[in-house]
Nanobody, 123 residues
Framework: QVQLVESGGGLVQAGGSLRLACAASGLRSNYAVAWFRQAPGKEREFVSAISWYGATYYTDSVKGRFTISRVYAANTVLLQMNSLKPEDTAVYYC??????????????????WGQGTQVTVSS
């Protein structure tokens, strides 16, 4: 049974940092992981992805501020978020079972999802 569990969300002031974690279990080896986010009233959007081999991808709005990485021994993917802005406020989800181009995934191309973690950036 596949399970993805996010943690690390919270409330932070603009310019601050948060680190999200996605703990994965039940996946076959060589899996990629992506992060998406969904703000109130908006569609879920791609944020970042990392391949099994460590290749990374970001949406333009977070390049230079967010860093995705893997901790292989812990089956965990991290999303370090720096210089946060109020427009980063959303529920953040990790996803796996990815079937598309990692540089710009659609939610429809992901088979497994975590429950989400809230990130709120105050101005």
């Amino acid at each position: 049974q596949v399970q993805l569990v996010e943690s690390g969300g919270g409330l932070v002031q603009a310019g601050g940092s948060l680190r999200l974690a996605c703990a994965a279990s039940g996946l076959r080896s060589n899996y990629a992981v992506a992060w998406f986010r969904q703000a109130p009233g908006k569609e879920r959007e791609f944020v970042s992805a990392i391949s099994w081999y460590g290749a990374t991808y970001y949406t333009d709005s977070v390049k230079g501020r967010f860093t995705i990485s893997r901790v292989y021994a812990a089956n965990t993917v991290l999303l370090q978020m720096n210089s946060l802005k109020p427009e980063d406020t959303a529920v953040y989800y990790c996803a796996s079972g990815l079937r598309g181009d990692l540089s710009g995934l659609s939610p429809k191309e992901c088979d497994y999802w975590g429950q989400g973690t809230q990130v709120t950036v105050s101005s």
